[in-house]
């Protein structure tokens, strides 16, 4: 075998700068992360107290932000710019959960999550744009979810927030293609994070309440936050210049198998 003895080529995100919303834990953290590995500056935008606290690491930048607030947000992009000298890639990936039938959530759950969910990927995004359009790369990629498609018990709320952030997603892509900007979504099952961990153990039984939790992707698993942070970062790569408009499922086959059950 002949070695080659030319210089090793840059990583894909050499040169890039992406900001993250909700980056300082799960699956946010994990993007932050896998996308600092490939070689972007990365700007973690977060409520967190890590970012308050310096507890985010060097590699990365905190930067404190509501995505429900305007202000904080165009604050936050303003300094992501400043200090890392321009802005690539935008990942979308705030978000809260709700539990409930349409009987089970009030008005003000109703307005929280939407405002959350929804209206904070647009404010973000908004605030991004004329830094995207001046990048040969610029891609958003926003984290959507399985019950966008597909209908979960008493997650009326939550499905419809992910609902509008895959139509966000698809309208997006069509204002802003000419200009440069890719835009994309994913859309993962049930993710293992601490947040489920410390979730399951208000269940009587949390073994077994994981056990169907895991069983609800036909991999019999739950999604590892790197698996879907593998996934943005394939679709905020310029690799991948032909990607845009689309919903990459990362469900463990959720959506479209229907195995049946072991013997």
Same mark, same amino acid.
Request: charged letters at 20%.
């Given at each position: ?9 840059? !990583? ?7 900001? &993250? ?28 107290? +890590?970012?308050?606290?310096? /507890? ?21 992009? +303003? ?12 990942? $979308? $990936?705030?978000?809260?959960?709700? &539990? ?16 959350? $969910?929804?209206?904070? %990927?647009? /404010? ?8 995207? /359009?001046?990048? @040969?790369?610029?891609? &958003? ?30 309208? %997006?892509?069509?204002?802003? &293609? ?9 859309? !993962? ?9 410390? %979730?399951?153990?208000?269940? !009587? ?10 069983? @609800? ?20 790569? !310029? ?25």
């Amino acid at each position: 075998m002949v070695q080659s003895t030319g210089p090793s080529p840059a !990583p894909e995100f050499a040169g890039l700068v992406a900001a &993250v919303t909700g980056g300082a834990s799960g699956i946010g953290r994990a993007v932050a992360e896998e996308l600092h590995a490939r070689g972007a500056a990365v700007a973690v935008l977060d409520l967190d107290a +890590a970012v308050d606290t310096g /507890r985010v690491p060097e590699h990365l930048l905190g930067v404190r932000c509501d995505v429900t607030d305007r202000a904080q947000v165009d604050a936050a992009v +303003a300094r992501t710019v400043e200090r890392l000298g321009g802005l690539d890639v935008l990942v $979308n $990936n705030a978000g809260v959960g709700a &539990v409930g039938t349409v009987e089970e959530n009030d008005d003000d759950e109703w307005a929280r999550v939407l405002d959350v $969910n929804v209206v904070g %990927m647009a /404010r973000t995004t908004r605030a991004a744009l004329p830094h995207l /359009r001046a990048s @040969r790369h610029a891609a &958003v990629v926003n984290v959507c979810s399985i019950a966008a498609l597909n209908g979960l018990p008493q997650r009326a709320l939550y499905a419809a927030s992910k609902g509008a952030v895959l139509a966000l997603t698809f309208a %997006m892509a069509t204002d802003h &293609v000419h200009e440069g900007i890719r835009v994309n979504c994913v859309s !993962p099952a049930t993710v293992h994070t601490a947040f489920v961990d410390r %979730m399951l153990q208000g269940f !009587p039984d949390p073994v077994a309440e994981r056990a169907a939790l895991d069983a @609800r992707q036909a991999t019999g698993r739950m999604v590892t936050v790197q698996e879907v942070a593998g996934a943005v970062a394939y679709l905020a790569s !310029p690799r991948s210049g032909s990607t845009t408009g689309s919903n990459l499922e990362v469900d463990g086959g959720f959506g479209h198998l229907r195995v049946r059950p072991s013997r």
